[in-house]
C-alpha cells in the first residue's frame, strides 16, 4: 500500500470489509474517498470541497494512466514476480505535497518513528475528514493541514512527534512554496524531480519517494536508501549487503522502469538477512 504511511494513518484506512477510505487535501480543498467493489469493479463515492476533484483523478488514481507494456523482465525472479502480480499498477495521485510531507518525514529514521509522526501531526493539526452528516467513516480520520496550517505547528509539537529541526524546517520551506509545489503535478517526472530538488532539504531520495506517488513515475529509483539496495542485490545476486552503485547496475536493464522493477522485486524476494536487532526508536521527552 503505497498511499498507506502504516496502520494507524489518519488519512488512510481500510475497512474490515475491504472498502478503503483515503482523505486528501486537494487544489479545490479537502475530500474523503470511499472506494467498494471489487478489482474487476470499483465504485468510488466521495465528499466535502475536494471531492469532485478526487472522483476526477480517480482512474489515474487507480492506475489508468499507467503504462506496463514497455516493461521486460531480465531476471528469473522478476519475470515470476510479473507473472503473479499481472495487475500491478503504480498510482498517480496529482498531489505533491501530500506525498512530499510524509517523504520528508522518513528521512534518516525508521519507517516506525516516520510513521508515527506523520500520525501524531495529523491528528494534532489535520482538519476531520469532511463526510455527510451520519456516514459511516472510520472514526478519526484527518485530512493533512493546508500550508498556513502547517506553518502554525509549534516547535513543540514537531519535537514531540519526534521530528527534529532539519526535517520540520525541510516541510515548512516545502509548505511556503505551496500550490506552486502542487502544479508540479503536471510536469514530466525528470522535471518535477529536478525542480524538487532545488528545495533546501529536499534531496534525490525524498523527491523519488514524492514522485513514484504523485506522478506514478516507473523509472523514479529511490537512490540513498537504508536498505533498499540490499534487498535488490540479495533478490538479484545473492549477496547479502549492496551500495546504491551495485543497485542502480542491477537496475541498469530495466532503464525507464525501474521503478516498477523495484516494486516487483519487494513483492517477490524476502529481504537479506539482518545482522542485528532492528534499531529501537528513540524516546522523546
Aim: aromatic share 4%; hydrophobic share 40%; charged share 20%.
Amino acid at each position: 500500500m503505497p498511499l498507506r504511511r502504516g496502520g494507524g494513518d489518519p488519512a488512510f484506512r481500510i475497512a474490515p470489509d475491504g472498502t478503503v477510505w483515503r482523505a486528501s487535501r486537494t487544489p479545490a480543498g479537502p475530500g474523503t474517498l470511499r472506494l467498494t467493489g471489487s478489482p474487476a469493479a470499483i465504485e468510488g463515492t466521495a465528499w466535502g470541497p475536494g471531492a469532485q476533484w478526487l472522483l476526477d483523478g480517480l482512474p489515474a488514481l487507480l492506475g489508468a494512466d499507467d503504462d506496463p507494456s514497455a516493461f521486460v523482465p531480465r531476471h528469473r525472479i522478476v519475470h515470476a514476480a510479473h507473472r503473479r502480480h499481472s495487475g500491478l499498477r503504480l498510482t498517480r495521485t496529482g498531489l505533491v505535497l501530500e506525498s512530499l510531507i510524509p517523504s520528508v518525514l522518513e528521512q534518516k529514521v525508521t519507517t516506525i518513528e516516520a510513521y508515527r509522526a506523520w500520525r501524531l501531526l495529523l491528528l494534532q493539526h489535520g482538519e476531520a475528514a469532511p463526510g455527510p452528516q451520519g456516514a459511516d467513516i472510520p472514526r478519526g480520520m484527518r485530512v493533512m493541514p493546508d500550508p498556513r496550517g502547517w506553518a502554525r505547528v509549534p516547535s513543540w509539537d514537531w519535537r514531540g512527534a519526534g521530528v527534529d529541526n532539519k526535517r520540520a524546517s525541510a516541510v515548512l520551506r516545502a509548505v511556503r512554496l505551496g500550490a506552486r509545489l502542487d502544479s508540479l503535478a503536471d510536469r514530466p517526472a525528470e522535471d518535477a524531480a529536478a525542480l524538487l530538488c532545488t528545495v533546501p532539504g529536499i534531496g534525490p531520495w525524498t523527491a523519488a519517494e514524492t514522485l513514484q506517488r504523485s506522478h506514478g513515475a516507473p523509472d523514479a529509483v529511490t537512490v540513498g536508501d537504508l536498505h533498499l539496495p540490499h534487498h535488490i542485490g540479495y533478490a538479484l545476486t545473492g549477496e547479502p549487503r549492496s551500495d546504491d552503485e551495485t543497485m542502480l547496475r542491477l537496475l541498469a536493464p530495466y532503464e525507464g522502469q525501474r521503478h516498477r522493477a523495484t516494486r516487483l522485486i519487494l513483492l517477490a524476494a524476502p529481504a537479506p538477512p539482518r545482522r542485528a536487532p532492528r534499531m529501537a526508536p528513540p524516546r522523546h521527552h
